[in-house]
C-alpha cells in the first residue's frame, strides 16, 4: 500500500490532466463564431423543399436569445411532404477530420435537423458544368420549447462514406479530393402545419479555408437568375481565376453571361452579409477593394463598383461590375476621363469591364467613351416635384448615346451640406430628417420606367444604424429591392415601347416590352409628394394601351401576390384599372403561359416579406405622424388629425393579427387603409405650415415631414424677429459699374448650338431704372431644343455674415414666357443652402417675389447664384440679403405695395 504522502503527485497530476481537458473542452464547445444573429438583417435562406411552404414571418427578434440580445426566428405553414431546407453560407472550409458545426435552435415542434451541403470542385455534374455535390446529415432536435443545440460532427467519415455512390453515380472519373462545406442547412419540415423556429449562435470548428487556386470552373453557378439574384445555387464562391466576368452588351448589362439589373448602394462599412439580406447586388466604393473586401464579395456573390487600383493591375481585380472613373472640373475633365478610360481597357486584360461615368454635363461627350452613362439629378426634398424628375429623366436620355447604358443615381437620404443647413436653422446638432418610403420608391420607379438599367443608391451613413432614420430607409429599400427583383427581366433587357397614356396628368406610365410579355410601369404623383406624399384619391385610374394582342391577359405584379386586372379591351388596345391603394402599380400583359408561371413564382418567395414589410413602414410612419403631433408648439384642434390617428391605429393593429393568421390578402388591404390616413394626417400637419409660404423651400425646415416640429418653432420665432438692413452690395441692378466692382460676376459655359447673354436692361424694371436680364438663345444652327446645362449664371458679391444668425435673402424675378419644366428654368441657390436647397423657378409673368430663409454657423461668406437653365429670358431685381433682429410684426419688400390680397410669405404667421 502506499502512502499518502506518496500518492499526492499522481493526484497533483490526474487533478492538472482533467483541468486541461475540462479547459480543451470549453475550447472546443464554443469553437469559432460565424454568426452570432446580434444585427437586424435575416441570413437564413429557403434552399430546397419538396413540402408546400408559406413564410409567415422572418425576422430577426430581439429577447428570448440563446445568448446575446437576438436570434433569428422563421414561421412557416407546411404542406405534405418531407424536407423544407433552409440554409446559412459559410465561408468554404475544406474537410478535415476535425471540421464540424453546431447550431442553437428553439421551436415549438420536435424534428428538425442540421446538415451541411458538401462540394467537390475537382468533379463537375456532366447535365449542368457545375460542381457536384452532396448533403450530410446531423443531429435531429427532440425537445421543443427549450434551447437546443444542434451539431454536425464526423463530416469528413460521411464524406468518405458518399463516395461510393457518388462513383456509382457519376462514374469512376469522379474525384472527391479537396471537398468543402459552404452551406450549413436546417431542414423545418417535421409535420403539416404551423412551424415556428428560432436560430442562434452559429459555431464551427477545425475551419480551414479553401484556396481559390485550386478549383476548377471560372463561372458562378445559376438557377434561373443573375449572380446575386434570388434563385443562386451551387457553390458559393468566385472559382479559379479570381475573376468574375462582367460585359456591357448594348444597352444591357452581363454579369457572368446573364442579363441584370444592379443594385448598388455606397459602401459605408456594413457587413455584405447585411448589405445582401437587404437585395442589393452590388457595393460602390471610392477606392479599389481590398484583397479581404473581394473575398468577402465573392464569398456573398456581390461585385463592386469602384475606381482602378493605383500601384496594381486592373486585371487582376475580380468580382468587378464597373470601374466609376471620376470627373474632375474644369475645361481639362473630359479629355482627362477619354485618356483614362481608352488606357485603362488597355490594361484591364482580354475582356475588359465597363467604364462607369457619372456626369454632370456633356453626357453625350462621356457616354461616347464609357459604356455606362449615370445621372444624378435630387428631386426629393428639391423644389422640383416629381413628376418634373419624370420629364427630366426623358429628355436626359436624348443627350446620351444610343449604344451606352443607363444607370440613375438615387440618393436615400438628404446631402452633409443640407443637413448642416437645417441643424443650424433648427439649433439642434443631430436633426432626424429622412425620406418616406414611397417617396423613394415613387422616385426609383420613375427612373427604371424611362429606360433606366441599373441604381446606384446613394448613401453617406451606414445602413445597419439602430436610429429610427436608418430603419425607415433600410425598410424602404429591402421593399424596392423586392420589387425591382420580380420585374427585372424587363429592366434588364426590355424595350421601351409607346402606347400607354392616361388621361390624369398625375399619372406617368410606360412600357417595357419583351418578346413574349409587356409590363406597364405607372407612377401616381401629386403636387409637393417630393415634400411629404399626399394620399391618393379613393377611386381606380386608367391606363390606354395601345397594341395589345388580343389574346394577352392582364396581370397585376402586387405586393401581395399575381392578381387579375379590372380592364376592358378595344380594337388593338386596352384599357387597364389601376388600384386605387397603389402609388406605383406593375401591370403584366402576356399571352405566354411560361411568364405568368415565372413570375408567379418569384412572387411567392417574396409577397409574405414584401407584406410584412410594408407593416413594418406603416407603423413606423404612425408612430411618427403620432410623435410629431405631440411635438408640434400648437397642436391643432382638428378634429380630421386625431380621428385619423385613431382609425389608422386600429387598421394596423387589425393587419398584424390577421398577418399573423396569414390571412395575407386581407391583411395588406388593411395596411393600405391605414396607410392613406397615415398620409392624410401626415399632410395635414405639414401643410398647416407650407401654406404661410408662396415656396415650401423658402423654409428649409419643411422639406420633410420628420421636421415639422422644428417648422413649427422657426415659424413661431419669426414672428418676433424682422429682418435688418440689407448686407449685398449692388443688388438693386442701378449702376453697372459699382454692380460690377462690388463683385457681380456673369459665368458663361458655352455650349454647342445656344447663344447666352447678360445685361442691364431699362425695359420694366421692378424699382428704379434697370434690371439684370439673362437671355438663351438657339444659334444659328439651332441643333437643340434645349441646353444640357446651364449656358449661363450670374453669381453675385460675396457677404461677410456674423455667426449664429439667421439671414433672410429676397428679390424679385420676372419670366415673360414660361420655361420648360424638365430643364429646372431659373434656379437661385445660395452657399449657404447648396444647389439642392435652391429654388427652381419656370413661371412669373409678372414680378414675383422669391426668398430664402438661412442659418450661418460660426462665420459664413455668402453669396447667390442665378442660373439659366432653358431657352428664354428672365429678368433680376431689388435682391437683398439680411440679417434678422429682434422686432415685431412682417417686413414689406423694397418697392411692394401691400393690399389686402398681398402676403409677405416668409414671416406671415
Known amino acids: 500500500m502506499k502512502s499518502r504522502h506518496a500518492a499526492t503527485p499522481f493526484l497533483i497530476l490526474l487533478l492538472g490532466m482533467m483541468l486541461v481537458s475540462n479547459m480543451t473542452g470549453v475550447r472546443c464547445a464554443h469553437g469559432e463564431v460565424i454568426e452570432d444573429f446580434e444585427s437586424a438583417v ?39 411532404g418531407s424536407y423544407v431546407y433552409y440554409g446559412h453560407t459559410v465561408a468554404p472550409a475544406r474537410v478535415v477530420p476535425d471540421l464540424q458545426y453546431s447550431v442553437w ?98 459555431e464551427g470548428e477545425g475551419l480551414l479555408n479553401v484556396p481559390q487556386t485550386q478549383t476548377t470552373s471560372q463561372h458562378v453557378a445559376m438557377s434561373g437568375g443573375i449572380r ?8 458559393n464562391v468566385q472559382l479559379a481565376p479570381p475573376r468574375a466576368e462582367s460585359a456591357s452588351n448594348g444597352q444591357v448589362i452581363e454579369l457572368n453571361d446573364h442579363p441584370a439589373v444592379p443594385r448598388i448602394i455606397d459602401y459605408n462599412g456594413e457587413p455584405l452579409a447585411f448589405l445582401k439580406g437587404l437585395g442589393f447586388t452590388a457595393i460602390r466604393t471610392s ?43 474644369g475645361e481639362d475633365g473630359f479629355s482627362d476621363f477619354a485618356i483614362r478610360a481608352a488606357d485603362l481597357r488597355l490594361l484591364d486584360g482580354r475582356k475588359p469591364r465597363p467604364v462607369l461615368a457619372i456626369a454632370p454635363g456633356r453626357v453625350h461627350d462621356f457616354s461616347q467613351h464609357s459604356e455606362i452613362i449615370a445621372s444624378r439629378h435630387p428631386v426629393l426634398g428639391t423644389s422640383q416635384t416629381l413628376s418634373d424628375y419624370a420629364r427630366w429623366m426623358q429628355s436626359w436620355s436624348l443627350f446620351a448615346s444610343p449604344s451606352v447604358t443607363r444607370w440613375a443615381v438615387v440618393p436615400t437620404q438628404f446631402s452633409p451640406n443640407t443637413q448642416r443647413q437645417v441643424s443650424l436653422l433648427s439649433q439642434e446638432s443631430q436633426v432626424p430628417m429622412a425620406f418616406q418610403p414611397q417617396q423613394l420608391e415613387k422616385e426609383v420607379f420613375l427612373a427604371l420606367s424611362n429606360g433606366v438599367r441599373g441604381i446606384v443608391f446613394e448613401s453617406n451613413t451606414p445602413l445597419n444604424s439602430d436610429h429610427p432614420v436608418d430603419l425607415s430607409r433600410r425598410t424602404a429599400l429591402d421593399i424596392i429591392n423586392r420589387r425591382m427583383e420580380l420585374i427585372y427581366p424587363w429592366v434588364a433587357q426590355g424595350t421601351p415601347r409607346d402606347g400607354a397614356f392616361s388621361e390624369d396628368p398625375n399619372v406617368h406610365v410606360s412600357m417595357l416590352a419583351t418578346d413574349t410579355a409587356i409590363l406597364l410601369i405607372a407612377v401616381r404623383t401629386n403636387p409637393d409628394d417630393h415634400f411629404v406624399v399626399k394620399p391618393l384619391p379613393d377611386r381606380k385610374v386608367t391606363v390606354h394601351v395601345r397594341g395589345v394582342p388580343m389574346a394577352a391577359e392582364a396581370h397585376r405584379i402586387g405586393d401581395s401576390g399575381i392578381h387579375p386586372v379590372d380592364h376592358t379591351r378595344g380594337l388593338g388596345d386596352m384599357q387597364v384599372k389601376l388600384e386605387p391603394g397603389e402609388h406605383v402599380s406593375l401591370i403584366l400583359l402576356t399571352q405566354d403561359p411560361r411568364v405568368v408561371s415565372a413570375i408567379r413564382a418569384r412572387s411567392e418567395r417574396h409577397r409574405v416579406e414584401i407584406v410584412r414589410l410594408r407593416m413594418e413602414a406603416i407603423s413606423q410612419e404612425f408612430e411618427l405622424a403620432r410623435n410629431v403631433q405631440q411635438q408640434l408648439e ?39 387603409k391605414a396607410e392613406r390616413k397615415v398620409a392624410t394626417v401626415q399632410r395635414l400637419q405639414w401643410e398647416q405650415l407650407a401654406q404661410q409660404y408662396r415656396f415650401a423651400l423658402t423654409n428649409p425646415t419643411l422639406i420633410s415631414y420628420d421636421l415639422v416640429p422644428f417648422a413649427s418653432r422657426l415659424q413661431g420665432n419669426l414672428q418676433y424677429l424682422r429682418p435688418g438692413a440689407n448686407h449685398l452690395p449692388g443688388g438693386d441692378m442701378e449702376d453697372p459699374t459699382f454692380v460690377l466692382s462690388s463683385g457681380w460676376i456673369q459665368q458663361i459655359m458655352p455650349q ?18 434697370y434690371s439684370v436680364s439673362m437671355r438663351v438663345a ?75 430663409i438661412r442659418a450661418t454657423g460660426d462665420a459664413d461668406t455668402m453669396y447667390l447664384t442665378f442660373e439659366l437653365n432653358d431657352v428664354g429670358q428672365v429678368f433680376l431685381d431689388d435682391v437683398t440679403v439680411s440679417t434678422y433682429e429682434a422686432g415685431r410684426g412682417p417686413e414689406i419688400a423694397p418697392g411692394f405695395q401691400e393690399t389686402d390680397d398681398d402676403r409677405f410669405q416668409t414671416l406671415q404667421p
Open 287 to 329: 477606392q479599389a477593394p481590398s484583397p479581404r473586401l473581394q473575398q468577402e464579395l465573392l464569398r456573398y456573390n456581390m461585385w463592386s463598383v469602384s475606381s482602378p487600383p493605383e500601384g496594381r493591375e486592373p486585371k487582376d481585380q475580380s468580382g468587378v461590375l464597373a470601374w466609376e472613373l471620376p470627373i474632375t472640373d
Open 752 to 769: 454647342p448650338g445656344f447663344d447666352s447673354a447678360v445685361e442691364f436692361s431699362p425695359q420694366q424694371p421692378h424699382g428704379g431704372n
Open 228 to 235: 446575386g439574384m434570388s434563385g443562386t445555387t451551387g457553390a
Open 105 to 202: 435552435v428553439k421551436t415549438d415542434r420536435p424534428g428538425i435537423q442540421i446538415a451541411a451541403r458538401v462540394v467537390f470542385p475537382r468533379s463537375l455534374d456532366p447535365r449542368t458544368r457545375r460542381p457536384i455535390t452532396t448533403r450530410i446529415l446531423g443531429d435531429r432536435c427532440n425537445h421543443p420549447d427549450r434551447w437546443t443545440q444542434l451539431g454536425i460532427r464526423q463530416i469528413d467519415r460521411m464524406v468518405h462514406e458518399q463516395v461510393t455512390a457518388l462513383r456509382r453515380e457519376y462514374g469512376a472519373k469522379f474525384d472527391p479530393r479537396e471537398a468543402y462545406v459552404d452551406l450549413i442547412e436546417l431542414n423545418l419540415y417535421s409535420q403539416p402545419g404551423l412551424m415556428r423556429v428560432q436560430i442562434d449562435d452559429l
Open 778 to 852: 438657339p444659334d444659328a444652327d439651332g441643333l437643340y431644343a434645349r441646353p444640357e446645362q446651364a449656358p449661363i449664371a450670374v453669381r453675385s458679391a460675396k457677404v461677410k455674415l456674423e455667426p449664429d444668425r439667421l439671414v433672410l435673402v429676397r428679390g424679385w424675378i420676372r419670366i415673360p414666357q414660361a420655361l420648360s419644366k424638365e430643364s429646372g428654368g431659373v434656379l437661385i441657390h445660395d452657399s449657404l443652402g447648396g444647389r439642392e436647397l435652391g429654388l427652381h423657378l419656370t413661371e412669373a409673368t409678372d414680378w414675383t417675389e422669391f426668398s430664402l
Open 42 to 80: 435575416t441570413t437564413w435562406r429557403p434552399s430546397s423543399a419538396d413540402a408546400p411552404i408559406s413564410q409567415i414571418e422572418h425576422q430577426r427578434k430581439v429577447g428570448d436569445s440563446h445568448m446575446g440580445a437576438s436570434s433569428e426566428q422563421i414561421v412557416v405553414r407546411l404542406g405534405q
Open 634 to 672: 400648437s397642436p391643432s384642434d382638428s378634429p380630421a388629425i386625431s380621428r385619423g390617428i385613431d382609425q389608422a391605429w386600429a387598421d394596423i393593429r387589425q393587419a398584424r393579427t390577421l398577418f399573423a393568421d396569414y390571412n395575407l390578402q386581407t391583411a395588406y388591404d388593411y395596411i393600405q
